[in-house]
């Protein structure tokens, strides 16, 4: 019987538990099911707030990195770059006797036909002869100063005794007016003395005079002796033509006279231009033999130059009758020149010009690495950088319009690698240089 409750009992028992657990597992789906739903409204919630903030932050860092221009005003030029020969019209002058080289004209001045540019020393004292020729020139002008000094204390002393001898005869009469012979006979031994003096005076003048006289004929024949044997120990060099001095003597054999510029072609060109043109300097002081090249007399007014360019460079320049050509290796300066002749050769064009601007630099040597000017173009200039396809294939570009990134279409002009010229904007225009950090529309600092 007892077995029996005791079973009752647990059967009671796990039926509670059931009842329990059942209970327990309808509370899991009723309270558990949305779950799920809130932790992906939590992650969208916190995808969006990280995409705001990395926006923001990208916004932040690339409105700190934009560059910004002003447009200007301006003129740019669209250069290329080519390789220059000078073909001029020149006489060489040679040393007449072997010596010592002293230029008299300085490097680059033009000088008339006929004048002494330089001179041959043939001794090797000739400083200690000059030497002694200033010297003798400077003891002439001494002694001549010396003598003229005492020829002038005599002259003063002479004066004084005439002086003197005059008041002793207005004395002498008042003495006879009055009766005072015996006084007029000490004045008149007075006057005696007076005119000795006077005449020892005049005396020792005349000397003086003559002496100086002599001195001066001395020293002059000296200074006439030194002379000579100067004119005998420098022989002079004369310019038979007018022309540009140049000390500067290129190694070319006289293949770039001004003759053999129609004859130049592109071969030699380029044979040219790999290979290295020497140019000797004549400096002062250098001893030479007789027949030495001393320097050159250039006409400036007859300078050619050919210029080798690409082909495509050169089709740049069809039409054209004046370019303007620049020197980057010795300088900024540009030179005018008219175009005389152009041609095209195996993708390579010649272009040869006359030069109608001189610059002394130029005749220091041949061969130059030359900037030829192809267009000029003058207007608002902006960074090539700034520029950007527009819509419909056209070209603009990004203004900073009160903080804000605004899209504004423009027309190339023209302009270089970094620069070009456009319309469609105005004066003081700020320009994004950098587009691509940026977009139409952005808030910017």
Known sequence: MWKKEIDNVMTWKGRISLERGRKVRRKGVKYGAGRPLKNLLWLLFLFFIIWTGAAWC??????????????????IENKCTGTGFLFTEEVCLSAPVGGIFQPLVPEGERVPAGMTVAQMVTVSDLEQRLAALEEAAEQRVKLQQEREARAAALEVSLAAKTEELGEKVQELKLNLQEGEVLQGRKITGEMGAILQERQDIL???TQERSLAQEDRELWRQREQELEGLLAEAVYPVKTPVAGVVTYSLPADGGRFNTGRVTDFGVLESIALKGQELPVHVTRAGTEVEAGTPLMRIVDNFS???????????????????????????????????????????DDLGLLKLQVLDYRPELLT???????????????????????????????????????RVVYQPVEVVGGNEELVVVEGISLYDEVIANPARVREGQRIR
Do not use: W
Not at 58 to 75: K, N
Not at 333 to 340: A, T, W, Y
Not at 373 to 389: D, H, I, M, N, S
């Open 303 to 345: 300078l050619h130059m050919v210029t080798l360019l690409s082909g495509e460079e050169l089709e740049a320049l069809a039409g054209k009758k004046r370019i303007t050509v620049g020197f980057p290796e010795i300088g900024q300066g540009e030179v005018n020149c008219k175009v005389l002749d152009s041609s095209i050769e």
């Open 365 to 403: 040597q041949r061969k130059f690495l030359v900037e030829v000017t192809q267009a000029c173009y003058e207007g608002l200039v902006v960074p090539r950088t700034a520029l950007l396809e527009g819509k419909g294939g056209g070209t603009g570009l990004y203004l900073n319009r009160e903080g």
């Open 203 to 205: 005396t020792q003048l």
């Open 58 to 75: 990208r916004d932040f860092i690339r409105s700190y990195s934009i560059e910004t221009v002003l447009v200007h005003e301006g003129t």
